[in-house]
């Protein structure tokens, strides 16, 4: 097959959906499916000449919402050229233009929501939601509607969207999601990070990796790192990431208040065998989240044998639990602390055996090119049901649910 996807932005900074479209697009190469992008960033962005494959940079656009009105001349002129379309992400104009190209010359076109329909954010940012209630019947709801399915990482992402709009409608469509199995050389990656961060050397690191975001629980494990902290002096929290929200400085005086400004170590955004070798250097991974879909850098610590201790709103949860590979717990202050005293209260040998599930977990379920085979067989069955390029049909395979 040849597929085309279509991104608002290539920029590493935005998390899983970046790195996860980094790294299927030489695998399903790899697979004979030609793989090229579309996003709607500035063709001089950085990550745009570093980014694997093919890349049509259409921008700059405008906004957080990425309008650029490029985009629909390009598709009308272009999309019938592919076997399929994979939009990535929802509520910015990457979906919208899409779903109208569609409407009028009949490509058959997929969507990955990321996380968007969780409906955490409906009680979180309840104005916020107001505001989509008014754009979603008349856009993202079409977009969702008229997709030949759109693609969830795990059943329980799958659920949960169902919960955040009344009016939905959908052929659904779980498909597995995963990386590439470290390649890198741990003793330097590890050389690497203790190098850029020589005061951590000694130090018991409990990791958290990933933007600097309300929704990934960070306040609470601040707090719970304060209750736990003194068990052991050598104890050190580790927390990189990008602040895209300033919230470091309201995070920073939180800690200073509750006496762990010493114990936590802000590193910004990791990048190469610095980001790597600070998985190889934690003794464990946390993420706390309010809302996870699936949470790439918790694969990332799966793949390096890192024991991950993570909320029961991270949607891959189960399958932590039952590989034993590390701690579930809600996404609470209390459940926080249960997560960082069950890791502490383990001895030396079981934290070693964890290590070893969390490593089987990881090639078991998370090594991508299991969830490349899965996306291609999806999209073909979903693709074949009324040819290649034959506009928008209804998908009617086992399982599918198109409801209101």
């Not at 299927?24 to 004979?32: A, D, M, R, S």
């Not at 190469?272 to 998985?279: H, K």
Request: hydrophobic share 45%.
């Amino acid at each position: 097959m040849k597929v085309l996807s279509v991104i608002g932005t290539l920029d590493p900074a935005y998390g899983g959906p970046v790195e996860a479209l980094r790294q299927l697009t030489p695998v399903l190469e790899e697979f004979g499916n030609a793989r090229e992008i579309v996003t709607l960033d500035a063709p001089h962005s950085p990550w745009v000449s570093e980014f694997p494959g093919r890349v049509h940079a259409l921008g700059p656009s405008l906004g957080k919402y990425r309008y650029t009105r490029r985009l629909v001349p390009w598709l009308r002129q272009n999309a019938l050229n592919y076997d399929a379309v994979l939009v990535h992400g929802i509520w910015q104009f990457q979906s919208l233009a899409t779903w109208r190209v569609s409407r009028t010359i009949g490509f058959p076109y997929f969507v990955f929501v990321h996380g968007a329909l969780n409906p955490w954010f409906r009680y979180e940012y309840p104005l916020k939601h107001m505001k989509k209630w008014l754009y979603w019947p008349w856009a993202e709801y079409r977009v969702i509607r008229d997709a030949r399915a759109v693609l969830f990482t795990n059943q329980e992402e799958c659920v949960l969207a169902r919960r955040s709009f009344g009016l939905y409608r959908a052929t659904e469509a779980v498909v597995d999601y995963g990386i590439h199995d470290p390649a890198g050389d741990p003793d330097a990656e590890r050389r690497a990070f203790f190098e850029a961060y020589p005061a951590l050397v000694g130090k018991r690191l409990l990791l958290f990796m990933g933007r600097l975001h309300r929704v990934k629980g960070l306040d609470l494990l601040i707090e719970a790192f304060a209750q736990v902290g003194e068990r052991d002096p050598r104890l050190q929290l580790v927390i990189a990431g990008p602040d895209q929200e300033g919230l470091r400085a309201s995070l920073g005086a939180r800690s200073r208040t509750l006496g762990m400004a010493a114990r936590i170590t802000w590193t910004g955004m990791l990048t190469g065998d610095v980001r790597w070798g600070a998985y190889r250097a934690a003794e464990a991974f946390c993420l706390p989240s309010h809302s996870e879909n699936f949470g790439i850098v918790v694969a990332e610590a799966l793949a390096r044998g890192l024991p991950v201790l993570i909320s029961d709103k991270v949607n891959i949860w189960r399958e932590i639990d039952e590989d034993r590979a590390g701690f579930v717990a809600p996404n609470t202050i209390a459940g926080t602390v249960s997560l960082l005293t069950c890791w502490l209260d383990l001895t030396e040998t079981e934290r070693m055996e964890m290590a070893g599930r969390a490593r089987s977990c990881f090639a078991a379920r998370f090594e991508i090119r299991k969830a490349a085979q899965k996306l291609v067989s999806v999209i073909e069955l979903h693709v074949g049901q009324s040819g290649l390029n034959g506009g928008i049909g209804s998908a009617t395979a086992a399982g599918d649910r198109r409801s209101f």
